[in-house]
């Protein structure tokens, strides 16, 4: 009696922990049947010009999981020249997961067409894939500007300023016509590690530096510094006074950028913010 209730104390042996699956080396594979299915889809969905019939395609596709990146890739070229490679980053946006980006790069060929690569680039920048860095990095120098600036905006969302130039550069080139795409890129980035970015472009005797680093504090910069907007505010350059309340409305009020106010309505804002600064 006394020996079965001495075996009763005697803990359990632990379960023997299953080995981790080895890594994925390729997607699930389609049967030619489903194959030449897929193609078709594929062909059928960049044809459809009805809502209710790309619907019905996209559906079909995406009932296949993974199995559809390759042929979606190999696709890509024709949906770009039909100018309709939104198609593409929605597919892949529900078929390719983060885990698998790496898989899908490496079935890119020479001529896969620069949206899909600067698409890929993209994903990889917003994912939290342990290999980011060392992935983005020596794209900084890919010879498709799309690819090297999603490549310098993902490794400064990540505080390395290895690709800091890539973006001064396309904040100078671009900020007129895509501001609201620009501001989104860096949106909800930490703004501490940045915050002494804008400061040599504000002190700059050129406009379009100091309108440069206005915009750089918008995105980067923090509300300890505010007092370096102050004499943008009394500048009699339109821009510069417009940048300079944006700043101050982003990164001190929380709010929004005005859309395209009045020379009235600049004037009362920049008094508004001389006073509070």
Not at 92 to 110: N, Q, Y
Not at 143 to 160: K, Q
Not at 263 to 274: D, V
Request: proline content about 8%; aromatic content about 4%; hydrophobic content about 45%.
């Amino acid at each position: 009696m006394i020996a079965t209730f001495l075996l009763l104390l005697v803990p359990a042996p632990a379960a023997a922990q299953e080995p981790p699956p080895p890594p994925k080396k390729e997607f699930a594979r389609l049967n030619s049947v489903e194959l030449k299915e897929v193609q078709e889809d594929l062909v059928a969905l960049r044809r459809a010009e009805k809502p209710e019939a790309q619907d019905e395609v996209r559906a079909r596709l995406a009932g296949r999981g993974e199995a559809i990146v390759p042929a979606v890739l190999d696709a890509a070229a024709q949906y770009v020249e039909a100018g309709r490679f939104r198609d593409v980053e929605m597919l892949l946006t529900g078929a390719l997961t983060d885990a698998d980006l790496h898989l899908a790069w490496k079935l890119l060929k020479k001529k896969s067409p620069e949206p899909l690569r600067a698409h890929l680039t993209r994903r990889y920048a917003d994912s939290a894939r342990e290999d980011a860095v060392p992935f983005l990095t020596p794209l900084l120098k890919d010879e498709m500007p799309p690819v090297a600036y999603e490549a310098a905006r993902g490794l400064l969302r990540r505080n390395d300023r290895a690709g800091l130039p890539l973006v001064l550069e396309a904040m100078r080139t671009r900020w007129t016509k895509e501001a609201a795409v620009l501001r989104a890129d860096f949106a909800g980035l930490e703004r501490g590690p940045l915050a002494d970015v804008p400061r040599e472009h504000l002190n700059s005797t050129k406009l379009p530096e100091r309108l440069l680093g206005l915009r750089l504090f918008e995105l980067f910069g923090v509300k300890e510094q505010a007092k370096l907007l102050l004499p943008m505010l009394s500048e009699s350059d339109t821009n510069l006074r417009l940048a300079a309340i944006d700043a101050c409305r982003v990164v001190i009020g929380g709010e929004a950028p005005l859309e395209k106010p009045s020379m009235t309505q600049i004037i009362e804002h920049a008094e508004i913010w001389k006073k509070k600064l």
